[in-house]
């Protein structure tokens, strides 16, 4: 039977979806199932950093976690935003760490949609507008290309019109010129030497990638013998409808895509939650556990500073949260509980195991002002701790257990050699 592995974060992102899709890919090849990566949600501002026990390290964006292992091929599906210009970067990243194909095992759905230069500009642009009521923006143009899909649909930019040059030239032309229109004072080039700089990119990666040909997954899934991970973006907290509005993505990073895509395939499919041992945050918004002194502690290398996010934010194990994810993230089967290395070291715990003042309940389908007046509610929240001793592994443990989800892979580090798989 066909094997199936959907890889979702269960809190705000960087709880290390990529070091986990990295060991499930190496898990399955070493089984005699190379996988079919599939990105189902988001775009370039993904960060799945890996590194290979040989020392080899990258941070995915666009290119499945798993591309280190030879021969694993990338789909990127119609939910997928793909952006060329940072497709190109991380190209040339990969290239550096070893990896000369990645972009012949790259297929792309015709019709997800194209981020360009002028999304990105324009979301800077309306993000440092915000000031202080930044919604923690990556800076990399996703809601931008939502939000002009949604408005102008018929023009909206999609991986197909990169095979017309011309025509992709025209619809550029136009969308410049909207988004020059919705940011006056943006210094949006007025010449053409950038647009056709772009097009030559994309010329050039359409020369290497594979536009998929109609019913490619679903004959992937076919295969009994071959496997598929779906790999998640950001975490479910900041899911276009589930999460903490108006700190989200304009994506929707539950396991509804994955699901979406595997109906009707009879695959034999395993869901895994991943979390941290303990709570982190990127970005702006409320997060009711965050102490500084373990911002401090477990600063992350991974995560750096950056001027659109900040620093990475580090709290104390929130259940609350958890259970909130749990119960909007879909069908997850099991947990992966990461970076337990980086808890050892502190002693002195403590566990969030709710609030005093609050209970974290999904509202209805795309409600947002339901799910404004519970960020609101979150920002004011008063957690309830209880000491928390014992090992990583013990806290591991436990973290399953308040969750009601079986622990299926614990891990202690950042290469897929770290993980320890549990019966």
Known sequence: MHRAIIVTDLLFGDSGKGTIVDWATRELATSGRSPLIVRHSGGAQAAHAVQTPEGN??????????????????YLSEFMLVNPLTLFWENEGLKASGVNDALSRLFLHPEALLTSPWHMAANRYKEQKRGTARHGSCG???????????AYPSDALRVRHLTNPIALRERLLRHRTRKRMECPGLLIDSDDEELNAWITICQSLLGSVTLAPEGYLREHLARVKAATIFEGSQGVLL??????????????????NAF????????EITSLGVLRGYA???????????????????????????PWQGELRVGWPDVGLLRYGLAVAGRIDALAVTCLDRMEPISDWQLATGYENLTLTPGSWQDLTYQESLTEALRAAKPIYRPWAGSAQAHAVDLAALLGKPLAVTSWGKTASDKSARA
């Open 57 to 74: 390290a990258h941070t995915f964006q666009q290119f499945g976690a798993g591309t280190f292992v030879p021969g694993v091929r990338t």
């Open 140 to 150: 990399l143009g996703i809601g931008e290309t939502q939000a002009e899909a949604l």
């Open 239 to 256: 899911d276009e409808w589930r999460g903490f509005h108006p700190y989200t993505t304009w994506s929707t990073v539950t396991t509804a």
């Open 260 to 267: 979406h895509l595997l109906e009707g395939s009879g695959a």
């Open 280 to 306: 982190t945050r990127h970005g702006a918004g409320p997060f009711p556990t965050e102490a500084a002194a373990l911002t401090k502690l477990l600063a992350d290398d991974t995560n750096p500073d950056n």
